[in-house]
Antibody
C-alpha cells in the first residue's frame, strides 16, 4: 500500500526558511523511474508544481521559484525534503508531496497535505 | 513553460446532467494530459491519465478525450459525489496544472 505524508511547521515568519519532509511507504525511490514531486495550493487557488526528484537523484524545479527551492532525498529513510528560503505571506498554502512512477506519468498517489501559514 | 487553460472556471449542474470540461495546452503535449478531482479539504485524486485512460477504481461515467493541444473531460451522468473541483495537468514537460473547474450543484 502506497502512502505519503507531509510534515513540517504550520507557521513560519516572513524571510524564514521552510523545511518540509515527505515520508513515504509502499515504494522505493531507488526503483528505476520513480519520482516524487512537491506541489502547493494557496487557499482557494489552483495547484502549482514546485519541484521533483528522481530515482537517479536528478532534480527539477519550478522556473519562477528555482532560486528559493532545494529538493533532496534520503532513500534509506524513504524521505524527500523540500527547502524553501525567504518565505513570504504569498507562500501560504497547503503543500503536497506526490508520486510518479516514471517521467511523463501522472501523480498517482498524494499525501494529505500540510498547511503552511506565513505570518509575523 | 507550457500553459494550461481550463474552461469554464465553474459550472452549475444537476444530478444526472452531462458535464464537459475543456483544457487547452499552449503547445502540443501529445496525450500527456491527466485529470484530477479534488474535494474540499482533500488532496487531488487521479481520474484519467494519458488523456483517456481511466485510473483503476474510477467510475465509467468519467471519460477523457483529445490529443495535441485540446482535451475534454466528460461526466456522462453527474452524481452527487461528483460535485468537486477538477484540474487538468500536463506531464509532457515540467508539470503544469490548469486553473481548475468547480462543479457546483444547480
Amino acid at each position: 500500500q502506497v502512502t505519503l505524508r507531509e510534515s513540517g511547521p504550520a507557521l513560519v515568519k516572513p524571510t524564514q526558511t521552510l523545511t518540509l519532509t515527505c515520508t513515504f511507504s509502499g515504494f522505493s525511490l531507488s526503483t528505476t523511474g520513480m519520482c516524487v514531486s512537491w506541489i502547493r495550493q494557496p487557499p482557494g487557488k489552483a495547484l502549482e508544481w514546485l519541484a521533483r526528484i528522481d530515482w537517479d537523484d536528478d532534480k527539477y524545479y519550478n522556473t519562477s521559484l528555482k532560486t528559493r527551492l532545494t529538493i533532496s532525498k534520503d532513500t534509506s529513510k524513504n524521505q524527500v525534503v523540500l527547502i524553501m528560503t525567504n518565505m513570504d505571506p504569498v507562500d501560504t498554502a497547503t503543500y503536497y508531496c506526490a508520486r510518479m512512477t516514471t517521467v511523463k506519468r501522472p501523480f498517482d498517489y498524494w499525501g494529505q497535505g500540510t498547511l503552511v501559514t506565513v505570518s509575523s | 513553460d507550457i500553459q494550461m487553460t481550463q474552461s469554464p472556471s465553474s459550472l452549475s449542474a444537476s444530478t444526472g446532467d452531462r458535464v464537459t470540461i475543456t483544457c487547452r495546452a499552449s503547445q502540443s503535449i501529445s496525450n500527456y494530459l491527466n485529470w484530477y478531482q479534488q474535494k474540499p479539504g482533500k488532496a487531488p485524486e487521479l481520474l484519467i491519465y494519458g488523456a483517456s485512460t481511466l485510473q483503476s477504481g474510477v467510475p465509467s461515467r468519467f471519460s477523457g478525450s483529445g490529443s495535441g493541444t485540446d482535451f475534454t473531460l466528460t461526466i456522462s451522468s453527474l452524481q452527487p459525489e461528483d460535485f468537486a473541483t477538477y484540474y487538468c495537468e500536463q506531464s509532457y514537460g515540467t508539470p503544469g496544472f490548469g486553473q481548475g473547474t468547480k462543479v457546483e450543484i444547480k
